[in-house]
């Protein structure tokens, strides 16, 4: 691998056009299909959901087996791929106009959502949530900070005794002392 | 029947750069059935090359052929579609069809980005080229040579 490569000026590195290849692509022309892909098969070539093959596989489907290629040539898939798809609409001038309307509504669709968040996360807005946030906190933090432990209670001071002692006679344990609270609060 | 060997030579150079290939041993024979060895081999040298070099730099050669080559057509607003795209960071190579580069005609630029460094295109086509040479140009030189193959990239 080339690690020590120091980039080219950009006028050399775009004259580099690989024109050697080119004629690889030289019998590429559009053709006459019976079948073709549905709608929604076309929706999720679109959308890049479509599978390379139909279980999944990391091989592509057309080269798997005989019976697959011999489909594929037939131009009648079962099932459409990925890359039957994707050589079915280079070659299709119908697919062609299919897919440049879906991708173009599916832009537009992306470029409105991709809008609407730009909006809702203005800066003052951001902001004026954050302050709210950071004022919310604080009172939380304030009011646990300022709660006391214990609920009030009234004071006593001994000045003021907020309790009283009686004697009271009982016929089964003789004469017992009661304390009573006069106030409310702890002793 | 030609036609249809022709597209599926063109499907399988599509694998190549989605890393879905199969070896080319393995297809030498599908790709050939209209007696085009050559025109095959001229793909299976780039599943090679994936093999042998960095096969993320081979896949940038890839996408930029099929971005100047598919289609002689110019699609500006495809262009537009997919640098954005590039650009934002919402494409990858694997998720790249023939279909959706051809007529796209896109910088090198475009490419490393695509392929997350920059390289000299000029001396990676040269060892392409070379690598050509090597395995098919002798007149012995009937079937690819096999070796080890690692797709785990």
Not at chain 2, 14 to 23: G, K, Q, V
Request: glycine share 4%.
């Amino acid at each position: 691998m080339d690690t020590n490569y120091t980039p080219l000026p950009e006028d050399e590195l775009n004259r580099e056009e690989l024109a050697e290849f080119a004629e690889l692509f030289k019998d590429l022309k559009l053709l006459e299909y019976s079948d073709h892909p549905s709608e929604e098969i076309l929706r999720a070539y679109v959308a890049n959901r479509l599978l390379e093959s139909p279980g999944a596989g990391r091989v592509g489907a057309t080269f798997r087996d005989e019976q697959a290629f011999k489909k594929f040539l037939s131009g009648r898939v079962p099932r459409w791929t990925r890359s039957d798809v994707a050589i079915h609409v280079l070659t299709c001038a119908r697919c062609q106009e299919r897919v440049a309307y879906l991708r173009a509504r599916r832009w537009s669709l992306l470029s409105s959502a991709r809008q609407q968040p730009k909006e809702e996360q203005s800066w003052w807005r951001r902001f004026a949530w954050g302050a709210v946030g950071v004022a919310a906190a604080a009172a939380i933090i304030a009011a646990l900070w300022l709660w006391p432990s214990n609920p009030p209670s009234p004071m006593c001071w001994i000045e003021q005794p907020c309790w009283t002692q009686v004697v009271q006679d009982s016929p089964m344990k003789g004469s017992i002392m009661v304390v009573y609270r006069t106030s409310p609060g702890r002793f | 029947m030609e036609i249809r060997i022709e597209l599926a030579r063109l499907a399988y150079a599509e694998n190549i750069l989605r890393c879905t290939n199969e070896p080319p041993e393995m297809v030498e024979d599908l790709l050939s059935l209209d007696g085009e060895l050559e025109k095959a081999r001229r793909w299976f040298v780039f599943a090679e090359a994936k093999r042998r070099f960095d096969p993320n730099v081979v896949r940038g050669l890839l996408v930029y052929l099929f971005s100047h080559y598919a289609s002689s057509e110019f699609d500006p607003r495809k262009r537009e579609q997919l640098v954005r795209e590039i650009n934002e960071g919402r494409v990858r190579m694997r998720d790249l069809t023939i279909e959706r580069l051809a007529g796209t005609r896109l910088s090198w630029e475009h490419i490393f980005r695509l392929v997350g460094r920059q390289f000299n295109p000029t001396r990676e086509k040269e060892k392409i080229k070379e690598l050509y040479t090597q395995l098919y140009a002798s007149a012995s030189a009937t079937t690819i040579p096999r070796t080890e193959v690692s797709y785990g990239h």
